[in-house]
Every structure is written in structure tokens, then in C-alpha cells.
């Protein structure tokens, strides 16, 4: 799944070891702290599918012109901007640049060591008069100082005298500056593809203060339309034996500091470059400037080498809490670690903001944030670095306002979370696959429920993280209905859209159901807790939510009475009320062409079709495994399956998850390997948009929850694992309500050793256990789960019936001349 001349094995490293333009290389090389991102652009600013500096929060506004309008559609859209571009360090020898489509390139390698934080780039390159020059290049973004960047470069002519420049520049590439910024690659490309940015037209950036004071150079904007304001200050240090003069140039969007180096032989040429960004939505640029300063000040006294050993000395930190190990499996163990520093990476260091789908490290999805990160990047964050999961539940809390603004629009109670935001508001201009998706209030309210959990923060739940569940709970209570039959009252939720976006606005979604089902429940038993436990932090709750006493008790009644669907027939369930009418759509005879389908099919063709983008059914049976039986876990999966296309990367991971549960091991590793993969191996042909995110999530929790088979449903820790055969162990740590825990799996058993904190209680396989410090609990396993080869076909539900008797067939839509036609596959 990757080139592995390119990129060779190595279990702490990433490499590369040739040079490439492409974006897949931009997007690996990445490096970023949750705040601020740096593509993996060159040194030279030249080529580049993206020149990306992103800034988590940072964007622009622009009205979204519906062609037919409708009232409650979203109307303003969001996307992030570009900021300045630092990383440009452009060297000439002669006076010729370096230029990779025909320089004579002897030594070329590229590694972003993931011990330290650091990507590096080292290039020898001859020169046609035969002088031979050594380039090394360093990059990073302080994990500890959340505003800064640090790019060092040395040069050295090794075999001769030569007059060397170099261009240190800030370039505004949002707003076309620099002449090398042309049309990036990104922007060249025809087709639809919805996963891509926005690009506007008109100017973003409006310059504020730009300046220089000798090696110190100043840019800051406000931007147009949205009123944000950014600040990039950079300073210059130069060391060398050799003679220099250094040069300046600013204008609004370009800043230039040039040295002039009379290089001689083996001397070696240090530049340093340090960077600070700062943005704001409410601070004037002037005031950003003075703290860009502020950092670089703080930064120079401690010396550019401190940053280097704190950064690592973070990292040592990140590792002993989060390092998942893989016996005997160095390319694994690799993609894995590249995986979770993405998600150190693209959260670490948001403070209040949300997780965008891309991280920083790319434009992909316009840097908006989804419910990836309450469901696939939160269960990481939760269990390893409590801290960010509280940061980014806290992100939900401040979109509270907006949220409750948004469910009033739309005719409900409490607050609806916007399907894809930056700043709080709906940016979705598709509500079918986007507002519809309502799910997304029960997947903020499940995150929150497994945040306090496993953490034991009742202080965020009742100082403030309650608010959630409240409001999120009134939702349902609003949008959902009663309907007596035979004396029996249901509760069920219609017109809305479950995570499947290939099965749109329809009446009791499954996934949504239960979800929304779990998310009254937690939030009738959050407010009788409180009000029971702290009468203090209730009058509180009342105060800022007006909860009213008889409200807990009507969500518990819609939560007993929710909807289910469920057929007898086939033995499933059905992913809504009208799912099982359409036709099958055989995926096993459509051409891999004519994959994804949204990029080959109407909206309206797919809709006609049992299809899936991604797991709906099967992501519900993992999230709430506690209320469905094995037998009824193994009949979906085996329904659903053969049905996913696995469009979307977040379905690979789940599919993995469950088909590990419920017996389809190997299938399991194979979709493992598409998930961990993903980016890596450019399995989408869209990773030069930058890192899928909630797919890197899901690796982490597809090697605990798939393969270390770790539960904690209703608070109670659980494991029954599922270690590939080929695997000799696994081995990964969590924290469990205080505690730190160290968990171990072989083929024969289970070890769980609590290396810090309280005695911890678990179960395996429904036998109790209890560790402690000092006190390891081993676990002898007879096996590892249950074992069905290959994996499910429709064949096995050849000639089955619907429960109003009609047959069940499959097949795929076809264009023959100018009639549309069904082909019909027996």
C-alpha cells in the first residue's frame, strides 16, 4: 500500500528518499501543534500543490448564494485562510537557484523524526561548474510555545569559494503575493470533488502593520469579510566565519531579508529563522504584532537549542502516555505513530477550538470542524490526554449560543450543533447531507458522557459541560413525535440523516435513534445527579439553562419508548423505516472506476439504492454494543457489509472494529490496513488535501477497542481481544479515572499493570479482575474470539424476502446510449 523505495521502513521516522512536488508529500511532512501548521512545502517556494500556512480558527466569510433560497438554509459560509508563509529560506550559489527538475542532486532525503518533533531535509547538489553544496534544513512547531515556529538552514560549499544568497521571505500567499505563487496545483484541477475548499475571488488579507527593524520583519492583515486579524513577526540569526551583508525589503504582503554570503570552502552558513503567529477576532493587528514580539523575545532568551530539547522532552511525554506497540510489525508500528502525531498535531495545542477534519495541514473540508472529532478523535484524546478532550468539549460549550440560535430556526427546543462550523454557525449549504444530520447533538452528548467517565471531571460536568447534555436533550424531545398502536406508544425522529450520506433525510435512522435514545438518558441522569449530589451546582444549571424539574423525566419516557426498527425476515436491522424498499446496489460488479460514487452519480441515483458511503448501522452496534446481542451484531454486519463502499475513510475503521467482534479476523486486518494506510499510501487519492484526521483516530481506536478489545460501556471497563494472528503482541496505554494503566496482549493472555493511581476494577470476558500498583493482573485467554473466514457476500441473501414478501436483488445502474437502465446482476 506504499512505495516503500520512497518511503523506507522505520519504526520512529518517517522518510523520504527522493524529491517530490506532489501534494501526498506536502500533506505527510506536515508539522503542527493543534494552533499552527506548516505543509511540508521546500525551502525554495517554488512547485507546490498547496503552499499552506494554516492557523486553526482563522478565516474568512462569504455569503453562500443558494440557487433556489429556502428559509433556515445556512447562509453564511466559512473557510480558513492561508496565512503568511514563512517557511521560504530560497538559496543561490552563482546566483542560480537550486532547481530540483534538473539540478545534479547527489544525496536527497527528507525525515520527520517523530521522537523529536523535527522534519528535516538534507540535499547535496553539484553545481555545473562542479562545486558541491550541502543544504540541511530543519522545521518545527513548538509544542510548548503554542505561537511558535523555528526554521533553521545550513549551507556549506564544500569543494570551493562561491558567493551564496539567501532569501528569507513572508509572503501573503492567500492574496497571490511572491513570484513564484502562480496558480497552486490545488487550484489547476478540474472536477467536482466537495471535499476541496473554497477558493475566493476577491482579496482576503487586508494589509494593517507591516514593517522591519533590522533582522526583525513584520506582516499583519485584518481579514476582509470575517473581522479576524493575524500577525507573523520573524527573526533572523546568521552565523558564520564567513564575510556577509544582509539586505531588507517590506511591502504589504512581501517581506524580504536577504544575506549575501563570500562563502568559502567548508565554512559552513547557520541561519536561523524564528516565527511567531498570532490571530485574534476582536484584537486590533497592531496589538497581535506586540505579541509576536513578546514570544520571539521570551524564545531568544532561551535560546533556539532549548526549543529543540523541549519540544523533544514533550514528545517523550506524548509517546509514554499514547504509544500504541505492534510486536514484530515495523511498517505498522510506523504508520501507527504517524497517525497518532497527527492527532497530537491537529489538537494538541487548539485550546478552545475545534479539531478540523484536516488538521492543519491542509485546505481540505475549508478547515471546518465535523462530529470526526466527538467520535473518532475524542476517544484518543480522552484516554491519553485528557486534557485536549476536555479543551475541545469546551470548543462545543462556547457554540452553545449559536447552537441554541440554530434550533430555534429551525423550529425546535435546546440547541442544535452545526454540521460543519468554524465559528459556531451552520456553514453546510447542502441540509440534506449536512443540517439533516442531527445526529450530531447525540454524538457531542455521547463524547462529553465518555470524557467524564473515564476521567472522573465532574467539575467541567457541572460547572459547564452539563449545558450540553441539556440542550442537546430538548432537541430530541422537540424533533421526535408520539404514535399509539395497539396501545403501545413509540417516540420516533423523522426527516433527518444518519451518518450514511448516501441515504438522505429519512424517518427513523438507527444510528440515529440510538444515539439520541443514550443522549436523554445521560442527560436525565446528569441533572438528577447533580441536583441530588450539589444543590449548589444545580441552582447553577437552572440559572444558565432554565431546566425545569419535570424535563428529566420526559426524556427518560422518549428514551424507553425510542423506535428501533427492526425485521423479522431478514433478521436486521434496517438503517431506517424505508431502507429495506430500495434495490440492492451490487458493488461487487461496479467498476472500481466508478468509485467514489458522489464523484460519478447523481445525488438522486444513489438515494435509490441500498448503498452506503460509510458505516450507520455498524457504527451504532460498536458505539452502543451493550444493547444488542452477538447474534444480532454478527446479522448486520454481515447485511451491511457487502454494502459499504468505504467512500468515506472514517468507514474502514469501524468495519474493522466490528468485524473483529464478531468473527471476521482476518477481513478486520484488512480493513485495519486500509484505515492505517489511508494517507500514507494515498488509498483515496486525496491526501495532497491534507491528513484524514478522524481515519487517524480511528487506527488508534481500531488497536484498542478492535484488537485490544477494550469496552467501557455505562462506566464499567471491559476487554475481550482480538490479537491478529500474525501479531506476537500489542501493547497500549490508557488512563482510567485517575489512573495510569499499561495493557498487554498476547496470544495466551492479558496483562493489565496500573503504574500509577488507585486500584483499577475491569472485566474480561465477563470474569472481574482488579490491579493495582505493584499488583498486575494477568489474564489467561483460551482464544481470541471467534473465527469465520472471507467475508459477507449478498449471496447469502439470495432470494430473501422483505417483510411485505417482495424478493430482495441487486444490482448496479447503467447508461446504455442515451436510455438509463438498470443492469440487473443475478
Known sequence: MIDRDHFPVDPWRLIETRYSEEGVGETLFSVGNGYLGLRGNHIEGRGAHEHGTFINGLHETWPIRHAEQAYGF?????????????????????????????????????????????????????????????????????????????????????????????????????????????????????????????????????????????????????????????????????????????????????????????????????????????????????????????????????????????????????????????????????????????????????????????????????????????????????????????????????????????????????????WRTINGEEASAYYAAGTAQYHINADVSFALGKYV???????????????????????????????????????????????????????????????????LRYAARVVREIAENDPAAYAALVDRTDVAPEEPDAWDRAAEAMFIPFSESLGIHPQDSLFLERELWDLEHTPKEQHPLLLHFHPLVIYRFQVLKQADVVLALFLQGNHFTPDEKLADFEYYDPLTTGDSTLSAVVQSILAAEVGYQDLAKEYFAQSIFVDLGDLHHNAADGVHVASAGGVWTALVSGFGGMRDHAGELSFDPRLPADWPSLSFPMQWQGAVLQITVTRDELRVEVRAGEPVEFTVRGAAYTASVGADALVALADQGPLIPGRPTLRRFAGARRDDGTQLSASVPVITTAIPIIQQID
Open 74 to 418: 445556512a447562509e453564511v459560509g466559512q473557510t480558513i485562510v492561508n496565512a503568511p508563509d514563512a517557511k521560504i529560506m530560497r538559496v543561490y550559489v552563482d546566483d542560480e537557484p537550486i532547481s530540483f527538475d534538473e539540478a545534479d542532486v547527489r544525496e536527497y532525503r527528507r525525515t520527520l523524526d517523530m521522537r523529536t518533533g523535527v522534519l528535516e531535509r538534507l540535499v547535496v547538489w553539484e553545481t555545473p561548474s562542479g562545486k558541491r553544496v550541502r543544504i540541511r534544513d530543519e522545521r518545527l512547531v513548538s509544542f510548548e510555545e503554542r505561537h511558535l515556529a523555528i526554521l533553521r538552514l545550513e549551507v556549506v560549499v564544500e569543494n570551493s569559494d562561491a558567493p551564496v544568497t539567501i532569501s528569507c521571505q513572508l509572503l501573503n500567499r492567500q492574496d497571490g503575493a511572491g513570484v513564484y505563487s502562480g496558480t497552486p496545483a490545488a487550484a489547476q484541477k478540474t472536477g467536482f470533488d466537495p471535499r476541496k475548499a473554497e477558493r475566493i475571488a476577491n482579496r482576503v488579507l487586508e494589509p494593517e502593520e507591516y514593517w522591519q527593524d533590522g533582522l526583525r520583519s513584520v506582516l499583519s492583515y485584518e481579514v476582509a469579510d470575517s473581522g479576524m486579524t493575524v500577525a507573523v513577526v520573524a527573526d533572523h540569526v546568521i552565523e558564520t566565519d564567513n564575510e556577509y551583508s544582509a539586505r531588507q525589503l517590506s511591502e504589504a504582503d512581501t517581506a524580504k531579508n536577504v544575506f549575501r554570503v563570500q562563502a568559502k570552502a567548508g565554512i559552513p552558513i547557520r541561519l536561523t529563522k524564528l516565527v511567531s503567529y498570532h490571530t485574534s477576532r476582536g484584537v486590533p493587528a497592531r496589538e497581535l504584532v506586540d505579541r509576536c514580539r513578546r514570544t520571539l523575545d521570551r524564545a531568544a532568551v532561551e535560546g533556539v537549542e532549548a526549543q529543540f530539547r523541549k519540544q523533544a522532552d514533550w514528545l517523550a511525554a506524548f509517546w509514554e502516555r499514547s504509544d500504541v506497540q505492534i510486536g514484530g510489525h515495523d511498517d505498522l508500528q510506523q504508520a501507527t505513530r504517524w497517525c497518532l502525531l497527527q492527532l497530537a498535531q491537529a489538537s494538541a495545542r487548539a485550546d478552545g477550538n475545534g479539531v478540523p477534519a484536516k488538521g492543519l495541514s491542509g485546505s481540505g473540508y475549508s478547515g471546518h470542524y465535523f462530529w470526526d472529532t466527538e467520535i473518532y478523535v475524542l476517544p484518543f484524546l480522552t484516554y491519553t490526554s485528557p486534557q485536549w478532550a476536555r479543551n475541545a468539549l469546551r470548543a462545543r460549550v462556547l457554540m452553545l449560543p449559536a447552537a441554541r440560535r440554530r434550533a430555534a430556526q429551525l423550529n425546535e427546543a435546546g440547541a442544535l450543533f452545526p
Open 453 to 519: 467517565r473515564a476521567t472522573g471531571d465532574e467539575e467541567f460536568l457541572r460547572r459547564e459541560g452539563a449545558d450540553i447534555a441539556v440542550e442537546t436533550a430538548r432537541l430530541w424531545a422537540t424533533l421526535g413525535f408520539w404514535r399509539t398502536n395497539e396501545g403501545i406508544e413509540t417516540f420516533h425522529i423523522h426527516g433527518v440523516t444518519g451518518p450514511d450520506e448516501y441515504t438522505t433525510v429519512v424517518n427513523d435512522n438507527l444510528f440515529t435513534n440510538v444515539m439520541a435514545r443514550y443522549n
